[in-house]
Each structure stands twice: as structure tokens, then as C-alpha cells.
């Protein structure tokens, strides 16, 4: 008896899996919760439900043998992270396996590894994204517009661009707007994710941020890069979520090491987590730091 | 009779500093010390020959009215830096006005900043030089070039790129060249540095570098970025200019903050300085640190 349920769980739990991973590949575009109609980025966007499906049988979403653990719904929400410009083939190998293994949402990888990790992820539903303008944002417009092109024709699912900082201090909101929208339009159709560096920014600034990338196209704002000052705090996260409202992705990330470190995040309103630890993450373990002076 | 001699040194300075600078925006190219005939950066890599016009009577090469006591020798091989994401359009003002002033051979910014410095210098000697795939180097080739075309169509007279750093761990030795003469042959005419980052590389590493960067034309190597571990020392700079010979420049930066810094690195082997304390390092004094988590 306990034998078959388990079977029927793990066979709910492959399809819930497998549903959510199309939806994900089949359109990449932001849609509202009220508006969904089976696109959009769900298992990572839409937390309530899957923790509803979860809640409501299949407590094993995205479990899979050999695990333990496993925490499916964040995991569904993670994008593996390896940025350290000294990441190797091996380290590249090793982060895709693990995405694969846990049902990670993408790996999140420097466009120079874009096309060696699509290659490895072939066949299997985890995303490819690349970071643009990294870690400084303040590379010029056209060329993280190129950058973002570049990756995308490799094979990126989504693009996480670092907002120009200067210019936003230097409250040039016009060339602020104008650099997120140029690689909005690049990337297109795929979603652009807007990191505003928020520990280095004042509170005027990060809502100036988060307002700016909802003007021009972005689909999500992202806290941190991890090698600048600071990482994701619960207040910025939940600050972020008022000001783009419901429509958009929130991401945590920078020093998101535990299980309850990422659960917090998704409290506040995270909807997606950058994280390197994430084995930990999902383990309920706590992970070691990572980034700043790789 | 002092004051006359104090007029003709002034004068004499004065035009050494002219047809230095001429010379230097006339052909960026490298000549090697031996066949050099008028062309190259010679205020820059030729050291030994500004020391030789300073110590033959012109003294005060370089100073300039109300400095003190200014290294001309220094202040000429010196690219005053400003690369942290946060800097304002005053930073870089400030940025420029120090270059002006002191007669550093150049200022050095990210590429989203370059089309602003290259107005802000116009009708001075000192060049623009802008970063390319900075800090990380983990940025695709393609976009590298790209970065470094752009830079250039906006006035940078010089390039320094970040080598990748993951393909040099991983041996992938061809890929790492093909990288370097992308942005090469993207800059002509205009010099290309490469950072190595000798911080994050073992000894081969950085022999390997070095010579990478030789076969693929490269105009200079350079230690560090400032934002990745360690920064220049003696030890490396010597070995870069043993690999590297005589024909190419060799440039310290990352934690190169007083004069006595400055001297031990020009006396290993460097011949151009990359620091945010250039003002502090002409005038004798000990710069504080910047760089790193900015």
C-alpha cells in the first residue's frame, strides 16, 4: 500500500515536474497571476501555487530519487549560480549536473560559458542564463545590448543585467531607462532581469530603480550581484515587490546560503533566487560564501 | 639669475611635455626600444629616456604652476583611475581636472563613461582609456570586441581587457589568444592591454598569459584589476617584463599607492602605473585604498 502511494506520488510528482519545465520553456514572457493562462515563468513566479499543488498531494514535487529532502518548490525557484571568473569546464559540468539533479530552475553563468552550458544542458528543462554588463553595470549601452544579443543567439533563456549605478546616482534617469531598454529589446523575446545593486544604493534610489525597470520592459528587478557591497535583505526584497507590483519577478540574491535564508526571500515577496549554495538551499543545509574577492 | 633659469626650465619643461604628449596621440603603436624612431608611447615606456631628459636639465619635466613637488617621470606614466560603478559625473569631472593638471597620461573608466571623459579632456594631451570585459574578463569574445569597437568609435585611445580567466584555468590556451586578438584587431590602431589578474593565476599562468598576449598583439600586460584578489607586486611585474621583453609594455595597477609603490614598480620592469591615488603618488604622499568592494 505505502508502495503504490509512493509510486502514484512519484508519478504525480514527474508530471507536475514535467508540466511546469514546458510551461516554463514554452514562453518565457511575464504575465500577471489574474491573467495567466498557462504561460509565463510559473514554477518559479507562481510560489502560492506550486505550494499549493504541493500542499494539495503531491508533496514530492520535484523530488527525485536519491535526493532526500528536497525542497521542490524552492528548488523550482533557484537559478544556480557560478559567476567566479576563474570557473572552469569542470565547474561548469559540475553546476549543470546539479541543476539537472535538483530540478533547478536555470544555471546562471558570465556570457563567455553561455554556449558550453546550453550544450550541457541539452535535453533537459533547466534554463540558460547569462549575466550582462557584470558585476559593474557600467560597461556602455550598446555593448551590453550586443552582450545580451551575443548570449541569447548562444542559447540564453533569460538575461540578468547589472542597472548602470553611476548614472543613477548621477540621476541621469533618461540613459538609466534607456540602458535597460536597449537590452529588454535585444533579449527579446526572453525575459531581462534588472540587478540593482541594491547595497549600494539609497532607498530613493532603489525605488528609482525598481520604477525604471518596470518603465522599460524588464521582467523582473534583481537585488545583488554578489561582488558588490551587501547582498538581498527581507526589507529590500518586500520594497521591491511594492513597488513593481504583482506583474513582475522579484530575485533574491548575494548571501542567500540556507534554507530559511531563501524561505524569508519568498516571504517578502522573492519569487526567484540567485544562490551558488543552492544544494545546501535545498538540503536544508547552510551553505559556505561565496563571490566578492573569488 | 635664478629666476631666469627658473623661466628657461620652465620653458624647456614645458615643450618636452608638448612633444611627448604629440608623439604620444601621433601613433599608439609599440616600438621596441631599439628601432623606436619618434612613434610610440614613448612618455610611457620609455622611462629610462624621460629620466635621462630630467636628469640632462629639464628637471621639472612635467611640473606644472602651484603642484609642488610633482614626479613629472611619474605623473606621465601614470593612468589615473576611476572604475568603481558608482561614479558620478563629478567623480569623473574631478577624474579629468587631476589629469590636466598633474599630466597623467591618461584617465581610465569603464566604456559606459568614455563618450563624457573624452569631452571633458578635449583639447589636452591626456588620453581616454576604457576597460573591456572588466573585471571579470568571463564576458564572450564576440562582446568583448564589440565593447572595445564601441569604446573606441566613443574616443578610447587605449583598451584594457581582461583576459578570460576560466578558459586560462581550463588550458583552453587557443581560445584564450583567439579572445585577445578579437579586441585587438576590434581597437586598431589603438593599444590593447591585457589584465591578467596575476592574483587569481599560478606562475604558469601568468607565464602563459604573458605570452598569449604577445602572440595575439597585444600592446601591454597588466597585473590586476583592483576588484579581484591581491594586486601588483614586484615579483610579478619583473617576471611580465622577463616574458613579455622589451618591446612590450608592462603595466602595474591594484594597490599601487604611494610613490615609493610606484618607484618599485617602474624599477622592476613597469612602465606605465594604473592607480586612483595618482595624486597622492606624484605629490609624494600615501593614496588610501579603493578598488575591490566599491
Same mark, same amino acid.
Given at each position: 500500500m505505502d508502495s503504490d502511494l509512493d509510486k502514484l506520488v512519484d508519478a504525480v510528482a514527474s508530471r507536475v515536474r514535467l508540466r511546469l519545465a514546458g510551461e516554463m520553456r514554452k514562453s518565457p514572457c511575464c504575465a500577471s497571476r489574474e491573467e495567466c493562462s498557462g504561460e509565463g515563468l510559473c514554477a518559479a513566479r507562481r510560489a502560492d501555487d506550486v505550494a499549493l499543488i504541493r500542499d494539495s498531494g503531491a @508533496?514530492?514535487?520535484?523530488? #527525485?530519487?536519491?535526493?532526500?529532502?528536497?525542497?521542490?518548490?524552492? %528548488? %523550482? %525557484?533557484?537559478?544556480?549560480?557560478?559567476?567566479?571568473?576563474? #570557473?572552469?569546464?569542470?565547474?561548469?559540468?559540475?553546476? @549543470?549536473?546539479e541543476a539537472k539533479r535538483y530540478g533547478f530552475a536555470s544555471v546562471c553563468v558570465n556570457s563567455a560559458n553561455v554556449r558550453v552550458v546550453k550544450e550541457m544542458l541539452r535535453g533537459s528543462p533547466v534554463m540558460a542564463v547569462a549575466v550582462v554588463g557584470f558585476p559593474l553595470g557600467a560597461m556602455s549601452t550598446q555593448a551590453k545590448a550586443f552582450e545580451a544579443r551575443e548570449a541569447v543567439r548562444m542559447g540564453a533563456d533569460e538575461i540578468d543585467m547589472v542597472i548602470n549605478i553611476g548614472a543613477l546616482k548621477s540621476r541621469e534617469y533618461a540613459q538609466v531607462e534607456e540602458d535597460i531598454r536597449a537590452v529588454v529589446q535585444a533579449s527579446r523575446p526572453h525575459p531581462v532581469k534588472v540587478i540593482l545593486e541594491t547595497g549600494a544604493l539609497s532607498q530613493e534610489e532603489k525605488i528609482i530603480g525598481c520604477a525604471l525597470s518596470r518603465a522599460a520592459g524588464a521582467a523582473f528587478v534583481k537585488t545583488s550581484t554578489g561582488f558588490g557591497p551587501g547582498g538581498a535583505t527581507v526589507e529590500d526584497v518586500a520594497l521591491m515587490r511594492r513597488?513593481?507590483?504583482?506583474?513582475?519577478?522579484?530575485? #533574491?540574491?548575494?548571501?542567500?546560503?540556507?534554507?530559511?535564508? #531563501?524561505e524569508k526571500m519568498m516571504k517578502a515577496g522573492a519569487t526567484r533566487i540567485g544562490a551558488s549554495a543552492s544544494v545546501a538551499i535545498v538540503g536544508g543545509k547552510n551553505g559556505k560564501a561565496s563571490g566578492g574577492k573569488y
Open positions: @508533496c514530492r514535487v520535484g523530488a #527525485a530519487p536519491g535526493i532526500g529532502q528536497v525542497r521542490g518548490d524552492l %528548488a %523550482a %525557484a533557484i537559478d544556480h549560480t557560478l559567476l567566479k571568473p576563474d #570557473a572552469t569546464r569542470e565547474d561548469l559540468k559540475k553546476l @549543470c549536473d513597488v513593481v507590483g504583482d506583474e513582475m519577478g522579484v530575485k #533574491a540574491s548575494g548571501g542567500v546560503r540556507s534554507t530559511e535564508d #531563501a
